[in-house]
């Protein structure tokens, strides 16, 4: 398993061969449709990152010593956005998720959609992927 | 309409000649709030240039031209709204003070068995206000509901009001829909009980002339924004009777007669209610905003919108799958959609990229979403600066929008 900053670079380098931004949005609406949806029982309320233009899904699984992330969105950018995510950020070790910054989202050119402003529920989902991996790592210091 | 001179209009818009995402502007967010034209923006400048000083209580010069303009301001604007008098027309910070204000001057006259009505039509500032009230005082909240195609139920209304009926609160115009609500009709009805109404005019003002005295209104809120002047300021109008009964809602400078640590005597209207140093540059921009919307003529605006709207909707209509949210015999030129099968956040999103300014979102109207089943619309909304050429911009991003997205 590649680490997180790797999969990063990986994703810049794939976006590096878009030559504008529409053809990183249709990208982007493609990882959105591909990205597998969160199972209907984590559809809730409970799971539910509330944003005032779109609304985020997240859970998170502790599968042998890795957090793992399934995410679902109602908008399909904030899907994409959302599928990048969890690309760099699951099947990783809490602390190496709780370290790592999203600045990667800037040099694919989507900083706008992280702005906390924009109010589509990711800034929220960020801190949410970070609150699991920070809850998964008290629990197994324990 | 062929004689509408629109190529002027946009020569005084500065903001109109700039470029978003590498494209020309397209700016369809109307109803959030409006462009500024440089005699406004001149206005201001003037202002911060040559008499920038505080106002109603300096001797000097500066202060007594500051004074002089922002009160000619106040008397621009009962003139345009045909109130009886001066001190009827409250400088507020915008339509959301103007109603905070009244809630809670009332807030100490209602009682529990009092009923408040407020329509399903609200913008949430015309909604939460009314709530707080009715908790304070154990006043029920009553909802006039609307039908299907965004029109308020007037036969629901007939039922709802009755003796215990205090207030009526709606908007004139629907800000999420665009529907134009019959006021006159819906006041009538509230003064066979005595109870007052006030008008959410906000969305109203940049397109329609109200005339409170032949309304019969007791409240009436805008906000300059919307109407080509600067944000945070606004006015309620108030018949004198009900200002003069309604209790101040800040205390502060300006608002007083006479103070001692034992008592308070309040000053008359409208300072009543003008606690504070208030935005002054902004109450007389507001004026130089009416004076330039008047210079147009209202008349000829709302028949130049009613094109774009005839227009943008017969053009939207033909996209395959496209729904339009408010459809009322009388609406202004507001557009609510959405296309089946896709978000309104994204479809926004798309046509940004490509210049247009749309809102997207519940449109701080939440219970209209949940009637309509919906997490939000794309609204278009257009002022008297937009073009055909932009209706056309606008159609031809929503369908590249839909074609990247389905």
Not at chain 1, 18 to 45: A, C, N, V
Not at chain 2, 308 to 321: H, S
Request: hydrophobic share 40%; charged share 25%; net charge negative.
């Amino acid at each position: 398993m590649n680490t997180i900053k790797e999969i990063q670079e990986e994703i810049v380098d794939e976006f590096s061969m878009f030559d504008d931004w529409m053809q990183r949005y249709e990208y982007m609406i493609e990882l959105g449709k591909s990205l597998p949806l969160i199972e209907e029982q984590y559809k809730t309320d409970d799971y539910k990152i509330k944003g005032c233009q779109s609304q985020v899904w997240v859970h998170a699984d502790f599968q042998e010593g890795k957090v793992v992330f399934t995410a679902d969105s109602d908008a399909i950018i904030t899907k994409g956005i959302i599928a990048l995510l969890v690309r760099s950020f699951s099947h990783q070790k809490s602390e190496d998720i709780i370290a790592a910054d999203t600045k990667f989202i800037d040099e694919i050119g989507l900083k706008e959609h992280l702005s906390p402003t924009r109010a589509n529920g990711l800034v929220s989902m960020i801190k949410q992927l970070k609150m699991y991996a920070i809850a998964y790592q008290a629990k197994a210091n324990n | 309409m062929t004689n509408f001179p629109i190529d002027k209009i946009r020569r005084d818009f500065p903001i109109l000649q700039r470029k978003v995402n590498g494209k020309p502007l397209v700016y369809l967010d109307n109803a959030a709030t409006s462009q500024t034209p440089k005699q406004v923006i001149d206005c201001i400048v003037e202002y911060y240039s040559l008499y920038n000083a505080n106002i109603h209580r300096g001797v000097h010069t500066l202060s007594q031209e500051a004074t002089d303009a922002y009160e000619a301001a106040r008397e621009k604007i009962r003139v345009h709204f045909n109130a009886k008098h001066r001190e009827e027309i409250i400088f507020t910070s915008g339509t959301t003070e103007g109603i905070n204000l009244v809630a809670h001057g009332f807030s100490k006259r209602l009682k529990k068995g009092d009923e408040v009505v407020v329509s399903a039509l609200e913008h949430h500032s015309n909604i939460v206000p009314w709530q707080m009230m009715c908790e304070e005082t154990g006043a029920k909240l009553r909802v006039l509901p609307m039908l299907p195609n965004g029109e308020l139920d007037m036969n629901a209304y007939a039922d709802l009001v009755n003796a215990n009926t205090k207030l009526v609160f709606v908007n004139h115009i629907s800000n999420a829909l665009g529907t134009i609500n019959p006021i006159k009709q819906i006041i009538e009805k509230a003064k066979t009980v005595g109870a007052a109404v006030l008008i959410d005019g906000a969305q109203a003002a940049p397109h329609i002339k109200a005339d409170v005295q032949a309304l019969d209104v007791d409240f009436y809120v805008v906000s300059a924004h919307k109407m080509c002047g600067p944000t945070g300021v606004g006015v309620l109008y108030g018949k004198k009777t009900w200002l003069e009964k309604l209790h101040p809602y800040q205390g502060g400078g300006e608002m007083i007669d006479q103070v001692s640590f034992e008592q308070t005597t309040y000053a008359g209207l409208p300072h009543k209610f003008e606690a504070g140093t208030p935005n002054i540059c902004g109450g007389i921009a507001f004026g130089a905003a009416i004076d330039y919307m008047n210079t147009i003529g209202f008349e000829d605006i709302a028949q130049y919108e009613h094109d774009l709207l005839e227009k943008a909707t017969q053009a939207l209509l033909e996209i395959d799958g496209l729904k339009i949210y408010g459809t009322a015999k009388e609406k202004t030129s507001v557009i609510s959609f959405n296309i089946e099968g896709t978000h309104p956040y994204d479809i926004g999103t798309i046509v940004d990229k490509l210049g247009i300014a749309v809102r997207t979102g519940h449109h701080c109207a939440q219970p209209i979403m949940d009637y309509y089943k919906i997490p939000g619309t794309v609204r278009a909304s257009f002022a008297f600066y937009n073009t055909f050429e932009e209706v056309e911009a606008l159609v031809q991003a929503v369908k590249k929008a839909k074609q990247m997205l389905l």
